[in-house]
């Protein structure tokens, strides 16, 4: 269950972060903004729980 924690809370983060960022006049709306911020926060979600299992794997032996 740890293991899980830190990548949603990094995945929350950079959706967060592609909310707030500017966007063009027609995609300015959260349903757009949501959908382009998956593609960055879904790898970063993938990187960052690969690190949390080598980390937490590493640790426990």
């Given amino acids: ?9 990094v995945y929350l983060i950079v959706c967060i972060i592609a909310v707030m960022l ?4 027609g995609y300015n709306t ?3 903004k949501l ?3 998956q ?5 970063v979600l993938i990187i960052a729980f690969l690190i949390s299992f080598f980390l937490h794997r590493r640790l426990s032996h």
């Avoid at 269950?1 to 809370?9: H, R």
């Avoid at 500017?22 to 006049?25: I, L, M, R, T």
């Fill in 1 to 9: 269950m740890k293991k899980i924690i830190v990548p949603l809370l």
């Fill in 22 to 25: 500017p966007a063009s006049d």
């Fill in 30 to 32: 959260i349903g757009w």
């Fill in 35 to 37: 959908l382009i911020g």
């Fill in 39 to 43: 593609i960055y926060a879904i790898p």
